[in-house]
């Protein structure tokens, strides 16, 4: 996923490449996913979410739907 | 503490000669550093990547490309932290490289269209608020596919 300064330019560069626009996260959005996912990477007991904890922490910041249910089949 | 198996003890190798030289070790540096086999690394890479905890080098499986959120390769989002310069694999990931090493971080990164320099900066354990958003042109559903696209 790639930084933009604005929706202007996000806008601009899916028209660009042909891109269907898709979900923005906001940087404090981003950071708590950060957090959630890494603060504990570099400990013995670190692990990737599953799918149920992915949804649970999108959830817990406000973003929901199939976009962000790993196990969604409306995609494929 | 009872003796931790291999595929940790390779995960928390790579994490640690990471943090420490700011690049993603390969299999030799990992195999030297543990004294293992390098082809029981190697077979450690293979199960870390089948849970999703890294992703070898495409057609190199001697190198790891990302150790999210670390990146084996230059990317467009260095960051600096404890002093070392460092790559992630995306933006998230470079937030996600502050909150691995418990420190402050900064990413001078740019704008995914303009290429205008972009910076975020992580401060006393929070982000500097910036209007600046990113883009998930993936479903989650979809992100291990070409997680390199991602």
């Known amino acids: 996923?790639?930084?933009?300064?604005?929706?202007?330019?996000?806008?601009?560069?899916?028209?660009?490449?042909?891109?269907?626009?898709?979900?923005?996260?906001?940087?404090?959005?981003?950071?708590?996913?950060?957090?959630?996912?890494?603060?504990?990477?570099?400990?013995?007991?670190?692990?990737?979410?599953?799918?149920?904890?992915?949804?649970?922490?999108?959830?817990?910041?406000?973003?929901?739907?199939?976009?962000w249910d790993p196990k969604s089949d409306q995609w494929r | 503490m009872p003796k931790l198996d291999l595929n940790t003890q390779v995960k928390l190798v790579i994490y640690e000669i990471t943090a420490e030289t700011g690049s993603v070790p390969t299999s030799s540096e990992v195999s030297c550093k543990m004294n293992v086999d390098e082809s029981e690394v190697l077979a450690a890479f293979?199960?870390?990547?089948a849970k999703r905890l890294l992703l070898p080098e495409p057609g190199d499986p001697h190198r790891i490309r990302m150790a999210p959120p670390f990146s084996g390769v230059p990317t467009r989002f260095p960051v600096e932290a404890n002093g070392k310069h460092y790559y992630a694999n995306c933006v998230w990931d470079a937030y996600g490289i502050a909150a691995a090493l418990h420190c402050d971080a900064i990413s001078r990164a740019s704008d995914?269209?303009?290429?205008?320099?972009?910076?975020?900066?992580?401060?006393?354990?929070?982000?500097?608020?910036?209007?600046?958003?990113?883009?998930?042109?993936?479903?989650?559903?979809?992100?291990?596919d070409d997680l390199i696209f991602t």
């Open chain 2, 46 to 49: 293979r199960r870390l990547h």
């Open chain 2, 112 to 144: 995914g269209h303009t290429g205008e320099p972009l910076t975020i900066e992580v401060k006393n354990g929070e982000p500097i608020w910036k209007s600046y958003v990113a883009h998930f042109a993936v479903p989650a559903a979809h992100w291990w």
């Open chain 1, 1 to 67: 996923m790639l930084l933009f300064r604005s929706e202007e330019t996000v806008n601009r560069w899916c028209a660009a490449h042909n891109v269907p626009r898709r979900p923005l996260v906001n940087l404090e959005q981003l950071w708590q996913l950060a957090v959630r996912w890494y603060a504990n990477r570099l400990s013995v007991e670190s692990r990737r979410p599953p799918p149920d904890e992915m949804v649970s922490t999108f959830k817990s910041l406000g973003l929901t739907g199939p976009f």
